[in-house]
């Protein structure tokens, strides 16, 4: 057992699979001999060899494409897409090829593909680093897409999604690898796919996020609780499928929704979850449900990162409005 940041859980949860399950191998560039440009895969290689740990060239559609014909024949590979602004050359063959390998095949194949990805902002990155495209993939039939909020959640859903028969995207929040420690025991526990995580209980407000912008939820949560009002907040973690009961339950609790997320505003995973609130739990709301979102817009460079990021400011005075509104 051992305090670890998300690069280091990522990089144990890897370990442990390549360690445990041959038919696991990792694939991207640079991953290999410099351990991945965060360093998620820092000494895989010198201790797996070669041949599992796999470096390859500056290709994101021959990296996916790659992927796909190792895990139609029995390989369960990992590929590493070093940001997600570089993950679009990739839609094809997921689209075309990954999310329908099973029903295309009718079961004969199956498609056990992880494919992982830093994304968003906070870290002052340039141009087509800090972006959160979780909502274009989640529009895919026939895909899981999953992100972390914590070490020790990025090492339990990172043993599940390379675990999972059929193929995961796997976005990994940047401003939170180095963010924080956390006891994290390499026991190769996996964590349940499909499934919320309620991390505060709370009786007046449900506040509804995941990956990085989980940090402003919960420091809104912080600040709310200082003049009495409680908030519930919860990880949704898997983005697709989502589990909307653990949601539903905690707003006929609460009666009020805010939904807080780094991607575009317009056509994103919030909208998703506000309409299933409006179609299941629409008679347990007191007030309309709020979205707290980035922006329709490139996300800016960094001197305006943070006016386009979910802020807790903007989260608590979303939280004002509904109580207001009830």
Known sequence: MAD???????????????????AVVLLGEDIGVNGGVFRTTAGLQTRFGAQRVIDTPLAEAAIAGTAIGMAAM??????????????YPTIDHVLNHA??????????????????????????????HSESPEALFAHIPGLRVVT??????????????????????????????????????????????????????????????????????????ELLAQDGVMAEVIDVA??????????LASVAKTG????????????????????????????SLLAPVQRVTGYDVVVPLYRLESHYMPSTVRVVAAVRQALEAS
């Open 4 to 22: 670890l940041n998300m690069v280091d859980a990522l990089n144990q949860a890897m370990a442990y699979e390549l360690e445990h399950d041959p």
């Open 256 to 283: 009020r929704c805010v939904i807080v997320h780094e991607g575009s505003r317009t056509g994103g995973i919030g909208a998703e979850i506000a309409a299933n609130i409006a179609e299941r739990g629409l008679y």
């Open 99 to 128: 999310s329908r390998l099973r029903h295309r095949t009718r079961g004969r194949l199956a498609c056990p593909l992880v494919i992982r990805s830093p994304c968003g902002a906070g870290i002052h990155a340039p141009e087509h």
């Open 238 to 247: 898997t983005l697709k499928p989502i589990d909307m009961n653990t949601i």
């Open 148 to 221: 972390p909020s914590s070490p020790a959640r990025a090492y339990g859903l990172l043993l599940a999604a390379i675990r999972d028969p059929d193929p995961v995207i796997f976005f990994e929040p940047t401003r939170l690898y180095r963010l924080f420690r956390q006891t994290v025991d390499d026991t190769g526990e996996a964590l349940p796919l499909d499934t919320c995580f309620t991390l505060r209980d709370g009786s007046d407000v449900t506040l509804v996020s995941w990956g990085g912008a989980v940090q402003e939820a919960q420091a809104a949560a």
């Open 74 to 87: 029995g390989l369960k590979p990992v590929a590493e897409i070093q940001f997600s602004g570089f993950v």
